[in-house]
């Protein structure tokens, strides 16, 4: 099938989903509220098959350690796959199945595939990572850029998020970014931070009189960052940054790393 956009429909939402562009979502419309920064770096990506930086961009399975590209000096960042061309399997006019087939720098072969499926009130996408050959580490996490600022509407001022989520421990973060392995009470933002939620995550970002959107996970961890004016990033994910190193899971031919992640929305 042709790896170009497909654009899914349920009820009065709206969901742009670009294969060729790292398999990311690159729009949520919400009736005509786009609630996703546009940009080819935005949107929402999948972060495979690691999450957030990884020390120096070294990682060790086993005896062998494995060096990726320092795509954000000195540390690499965000996986692989979304800088790849992810092939389409399926579509529907709600639903949709990519998939992506890990190359180098990853050393690994591996299957990816991300299973997107709209309601007129939510959005859920199911990401799975599979070891062709040789077991791996990896992480599964997704980095959906939200517009800050939405518009008021029939001449109302601008609106701006309000972020609000309860979690068990933040990790302290260090000079480098990186967590320290101390695991501190949450700080005030704005943050770059990773936090625990063992309960799954959950995290609701409002904008006041327009519209609530609630991102839930049954992983325990979410990076929150909200240090650019323009949007909010709220990252579930299944381990913390450098997890490659200090929280990965062991991807094998026959027990597959599989997440999911619901955004859910209502008008206020």
Same mark, same amino acid.
């Given at each position: ?114 299973? !997107? ?85 959950? !995290? ?65």
């Amino acid at each position: 099938m042709s790896n170009e956009d497909i654009t899914l429909t349920a009820g009065d939402a709206q969901v742009r989903i670009s294969p060729a562009n790292g398999g990311r979502i690159s729009g949520l419309k919400v009736g005509s509220t786009e609630l996703l920064r546009q940009g080819d770096r935005f949107g929402c990506f999948p972060m495979i098959p690691w999450c957030g930086r990884i020390r120096e961009g070294r990682f060790l399975d086993g005896g062998t350690v494995h060096q990726m590209p320092l795509n954000s000096p000195p540390h690499a960042i965000h996986g692989t796959a979304r800088d790849g061309a992810w092939s389409v399997a399926k579509v529907t006019e709600n639903t949709a199945a990519i998939t992506y087939d890990l190359v180098d720098p990853w050393p690994y072969p591996g299957r990816v595939t991300q299973l !997107v499926e709209l309601t007129g009130d939510s959005l859920t996408l199911t990401t799975g990572v599979e070891a062709t050959a040789d077991s791996f580490p990896a992480q599964i996490g997704w980095h959906p850029w939200f517009n800050r600022t939405l518009a008021g509407g029939d001449g109302a001022a601008d609106v701006d998020a309000v972020l609000a989520f309860e979690p068990a421990w933040q990790e302290e973060r260090g000079a480098d970014h990186l967590p320290t392995g101390r695991r501190v009470d949450r700080t005030p933002g704005p943050w770059d931070d990773c936090f625990g939620m063992p309960g799954g995550v959950d !995290v609701t970002l409002t904008w006041p009189g327009l519209l609530e959107l609630r991102v839930t996970s049954r992983e325990e961890w979410v990076v929150v960052y909200d240090e650019q004016a323009e949007a909010v990033c709220v990252e579930p994910q299944t381990g913390p940054p450098n997890g490659l190193n200090t929280a990965a899971r062991l991807v094998t031919p026959v027990d597959p790393l599989e997440a999911s992640t619901t955004w859910s929305w209502r008008r206020l």
